[in-house]
């Protein structure tokens, strides 16, 4: 079992950064992928950004590329996703998720993530 928490999410205006982190419950951090998600009022939630055990390869969506960062510290059972040039389209409840794998290959798909936390806000402004 695998808890998570997310924080750091807030309101900031267009152009600016955030970053979130999500804190893991267990010893057993590095057995999961992590990967972040986002979710706005009355749309599907989507991927944005995952990360392997070791944190040696990423994989963003287009939408992010560039702007977004993860990284992930296994010392400290923390994950964490650096946005910057931030936009209102990035308004969204950000969610963090581990996917136990013992053979990563990137995934977008919500379903193949085993643990969620219960999300943080971010607002954008223009």
């Known amino acids: 079992q695998v808890q998570l928490v997310e924080s750091g999410g807030g309101l900031v205006q267009a152009g600016g950064s955030l970053r979130l982190s999500c804190a893991a419950s267990g010893r057993t951090f590095s057995s999961y992928a992590m990967g972040w998600f986002r979710q706005a009022p009355g749309k599907e939630r989507e991927f944005v950004a995952a990360i392997s055990r070791s944190g040696a390869n990423t994989y963003y969506a287009d939408s992010v590329k560039g702007r977004f960062t993860i990284s992930r510290d296994n010392a400290k059972n923390t994950v964490y996703l650096q946005m910057n040039s931030l936009k209102p389209e990035d308004t969204a409840v950000y969610y963090c998720?581990?996917?136990?794998?013992?053979?990563?290959?990137?995934?977008?798909?919500?379903?193949?993530?085993?643990?969620w936390g219960q999300g943080t806000q971010v607002t954008v402004s223009s």
């Open positions: 998720a581990a996917q136990f794998t013992v053979s990563w290959r990137p995934t977008i798909k919500k379903n193949e993530y085993d643990y």
